[in-house]
């Protein structure tokens, strides 16, 4: 073989490897760099003076699981997780399914549903604080010109949640529609079609056509909800004044916990400890959904198949 052959097949065997390594290069001075870091932190008694620290082995671990405030912010977590990213879904799908009907000034609806995505959190967490307010806040005057008594939204457990959920859901609901609808337009018009023949009405041609199609889309957007369910921060910190999460630790989430352990006690060790069990949380949660998504794609492949048997015949 020539030199130019042989480079030839150099390039058509090692270059796609070539073109892949900046992402992992990046990626693991970005992100698989701090997890062991953080891991090797979590293990030691750590000095910020020295920057270095003592092996103590899992006693980080041991307190976090023991402070009664670790379990509370948990419960508050998965609390704001299952008020925010359920309904957001939900209404995500119905206007994904409302922007994929033949509307005039398609753009502009689609762009407006987006703007709640680009204002900042601070601004969104500021604006929907004081209208949460506990005396004076614009929901609990609607309520009391309705005959509702005023609720405590920074003082019970439950509302907080709810207003808090509320902000997530108004930053996020738009963002997954339009990963929605992306979905929902790839979907083949012959299909719609061909059921709308059968006889089938438009909320049978949704849940027999539209929603089978776009199931892989949908379980990302449930995965990518669950994560970021999870990782909330800036909104229940922003909720008031004074960013800890309440005086009884009402809506404390876990990354709130995490930067009050590290930042305000300033025990980094703790802290890392919090962030390793977040992450098992996590991957564990992703782990199931993947377990999920398996068995849905498997649940698939006969109703293909069978499809393809009478497209052929």
């Known amino acids: 073989m020539t030199f130019r052959q042989r480079l030839g097949r150099w390039d058509v065997k090692y270059s796609p490897y070539a073109y892949i390594a900046?992402?992992?290069?990046?990626?693991?001075?970005?992100g698989l760099f701090p997890i062991l870091y953080t891991a090797y932190i979590s293990l030691q008694d750590w000095d910020l003076v020295r920057n270095s620290g003592t092996y103590i082995g899992f006693e980080h671990f041991t307190w976090v699981l023991q402070d009664r405030e670790f379990w509370l912010s948990l419960r508050n977590t998965f609390s704001i997780f299952v008020l925010s990213s359920v309904p957001q879904v939900i209404v995500a799908t119905v206007i994904a399914v409302l922007l994929d009907q033949n509307l005039r000034a398609k753009t502009f609806w689609r762009m407006g549903v987006l703007l709640p995505y680009v204002v900042a959190p601070v601004a969104v967490a500021l604006i929907f604080s004081n209208m949460y307010g506990d005396k004076f806040g614009l929901v609990n005057t609607f309520l009391g010109d309705v005959g509702i008594d005023p609720i405590l939204w920074h003082t019970d457990v439950l509302p907080s949640h709810i207003a808090i959920a509320t902000?997530?859901?108004?930053?996020?609901?738009?963002?997954?529609?339009?990963?929605?609808?992306?979905?929902?337009?790839?979907?083949?018009?012959?299909?719609?079609?061909?059921?709308a023949i059968d006889g089938a009405n438009a909320v049978r041609r949704f849940f027999s056509v539209t929603l089978p199609s776009i199931r892989p889309t949908m379980v990302?957007?449930?995965i990518t909800s669950t994560i970021g369910g999870l990782q909330i921060f800036d909104e229940p910190r922003m909720y008031d004044s004074t960013g800890t999460g309440g005086a009884n630790h009402q809506w404390e989430t876990i990354t709130m916990y995490l930067y009050n352990t590290g930042w305000g006690k300033f025990n980094f060790g703790r802290a890392a400890a919090v962030a390793w069990i977040l992450f098992i949380i996590i991957v564990g949660i992703s782990l199931f959904n993947n377990w999920i998504t398996t068995?849905?794609?498997?649940?698939?492949?006969?109703?293909?198949?069978?499809?393809?048997?009478?497209?052929s015949r």
């Open 167 to 195: 902000m997530v859901n108004f930053r996020w609901t738009g963002y997954n529609a339009l990963i929605l609808l992306a979905a929902m337009q790839a979907v083949p018009r012959d299909l719609h079609e061909a059921a």
């Open 22 to 30: 900046p992402f992992f290069i990046v990626f693991g001075i970005t």
């Open 295 to 311: 068995r849905l794609v498997a649940g698939d492949k006969p109703a293909q198949r069978s499809s393809r048997k009478k497209v």
């Open 220 to 222: 990302f957007v449930i």
